[in-house]
């Protein structure tokens, strides 16, 4: 069957309205991880030149590799759960192999096995295997528990589950790395034949600072964005107020499309409100009710059973388009629940300022424009996982979350730039 994806693009009223973000609709396929390292080890001199040239990652920082070499002495199985904050999250993790003297492996979507014969063979000699995330992968969480329970090396897993594109904030943590972990947790635990050693997770915080001339790059976003909305450049509102009259006016279009007029309301409630309206329809229509439950729950059940739709039914041309259409206004409705509530006022900085203008041009526009940063990448303590599940206190996700967080909190404080006055 031939592949299919969303990302067909059109333009209608100035903005475009498909999203970027790639949906395979065909037979799901497990690829398993490749265990050589030789193109792994010639790939880690030119990692850095790679982020640079296509990412625009000038720098980077490591913090903590001590702990994580530690826990390789000992022989644990181990987990590394980053925040996930831009696309290249995997390959910068992939820069901790040459401090800590061990290469990854790393559970991607599918998706990212299916843009091409080149990345395919790269990812697989890097570590990586599939996962199916709109269904049910027992293979690849078999092979995520197995690599964990014979410590083979750490295994990577994005506990957010989806790009965030916010530094300062972590999006809710998903109960899947829970899950694996557990399980390799006991069956590590009732191998006879390991003497020593655990399942450990270690959080590691990504934190992005903006590296380039503040002025000249808000200068031509801003004024690209105001052209969008047939706007002049609005040079007398300082680059806060920019953003967020351009925010207000972005939404005001994508509400006109759902609603038919631009909505009254504080900011927030209006983005519920349309997400709901996107989200509703299509819901009655696949009896996939989603009161009470996340955006990412909500989409992710609809993708469900609309891939299903796609790949297994005899679905006519005009059935399948309206599919698509659908599965455009989910990954849309996705993004909108990604903004968080209040994340320019409450701290506003260089690093936010950038990160919302960067969103709106992904989402809105769907470009995305890679300026230049330098990461630091801290390697927080190792979380000791018990065979038998302690019901008593913090869960492992709260404390992947709480460690997180307050890495996070930290280097935001330390690494965040003040914006002009």
Not at 50 to 62: C, P, S, T
Not at 130 to 147: F, M, P, Q, W
Not at 304 to 324: F, I, S
């Amino acid at each position: 069957m031939e592949t299919q994806t969303s990302s067909a693009a059109h333009e209608r009223s100035g903005l475009a309205t498909e999203t970027a973000e790639v949906i395979v609709a065909e037979p799901y396929e497990f690829v398993p991880p490749k265990s050589g390292t030789l193109v792994a080890r010639l790939m880690q001199p030119v990692l850095p030149l790679q982020l640079k040239h296509a990412w625009g990652i000038v720098g980077h920082e490591v913090r903590g590799a001590e702990k994580l070499r530690a826990s390789l002495a000992a022989g644990h199985g181990i987990v590394l759960a980053p925040n996930h904050v831009r696309d290249p999250d995997a390959l910068v993790v992939g820069l901790l192999t040459k401090y800590v003297g061990s290469h990854f492996h790393f559970m991607a979507s599918w998706h990212v096995f299916k843009q091409g014969w080149f990345q395919r063979f790269l990812v697989r000699q890097l570590g990586a295997f599939s996962v199916h995330r709109e269904g049910l992968d027992k293979t690849s969480l078999n092979t995520a528990i197995d690599i964990l329970a014979e410590a083979r090396r750490p295994l990577v897993l994005f506990p957010e589950g989806i790009v965030s594109f916010h530094n300062d904030q972590l999006s809710p943590l998903q109960e899947g790395t829970s899950l694996i972990v557990q399980r390799a947790a006991k069956k590590r635990a009732a191998n006879d034949a390991i003497k020593n050693g655990q399942v450990v997770v270690h959080p590691v915080a990504l934190k992005y600072q903006f590296a380039g001339d503040l002025e000249a790059t808000l200068s031509a976003a801003l004024a690209n964005l105001e052209r969008e909305l047939s706007w002049e450049p609005q040079t007398d509102l300082s680059p806060l107020d920019r953003v967020r009259k351009i925010g207000t006016g972005l939404l005001g279009l994508r509400e006109v499309e759902y609603f038919g007029e631009a909505q009254s309301g504080e900011l927030f409630e209006r983005l519920d409100r349309l997400i709901n309206r996107i989200l509703e329809p299509i819901e009655q229509e696949w009896q996939r009710p989603g009161e009470g439950r996340g955006v990412y729950e909500r989409v992710k059940a609809l993708r469900t059973v609309m891939l299903k739709e796609l790949v297994d039914g005899n679905a006519t041309a005009a059935r399948r388009e309206h599919c698509w259409k659908q599965l455009r206004d989910c990954t849309f409705a996705l993004h909108l629940g990604a903004y968080p509530a209040d994340y320019l006022a409450a701290e506003p900085c260089v690093e936010r300022l950038i990160e919302t203008v960067e969103r709106f041009e992904h989402d809105f526009k769907f470009v995305d424009r890679h300026r230049p940063h330098r990461v630091v990448i801290e390697i927080g303590d190792a979380i000791a996982v018990p065979a038998q599940r302690d019901r008593t206190g913090p869960s492992l996700m709260e404390k992947i979350e709480s460690s997180l967080s307050r890495q996070l909190k930290n280097l935001a404080t330390e690494l965040n730039q003040p914006l002009p006055k």
